[in-house]
């Protein structure tokens, strides 16, 4: 008897919970954030891009922000930007405003390397190497709405390294880049 009663608690149960709607409301509104990377060194791929895009994700996270996924930030600041305009607080305020987003995080990268060579005269070291030849180009800006609020941070390196002791470029970028948006929410730098 009891095995029955269990069965028809847990079939009442199912049935009421297929029944019940599964759609969620947030009651807090979810500010988007434009994340832009134009690349004109080539360096940038796949898993460079989802790093950074992480970095950003820790300051603009769920609840209070979302990445827009859609691409549309991308193409437009993209067009603007892969001209060679000067970027100004005015400038990315009107493209967040085109772009339809609170937060826009733009990354624009002129070169990024880490080539190995060999040491030789004129090293900086003791030893014949090998070395990195550390290359870093890149502008990093970042604009907030609320309280038109724009920051802007560039990134120049061009530095041989010894290979034991140098951190790559897209390291480099990423920690630079999760200081800059920490800076602008008021959060300790890394």
Known sequence: MKKIFACLTFLLLVCFGIGVPQAA???????PVGFVVIDKSGAVDGAVYKEWRTVVKWAYHFPDYKIVDSGEPQKIVGNVLKKNVKVTKELLSALA???QVDVLVVTKVYSMSGDIVSGGFGSPFDDDGPYVLVDLDA????YKKDGDKFLKKRLRERELK????????QETVKWKLANLVNKMEGRPQI
């Open 25 to 31: 409301h947030a009651d807090f509104p979810e500010r």
């Open 97 to 99: 405003e085109e772009s």
């Open 139 to 142: 502008d990093l800006y970042v």
């Open 162 to 169: 010894d290979l034991g002791n140098y951190e790559r470029p």
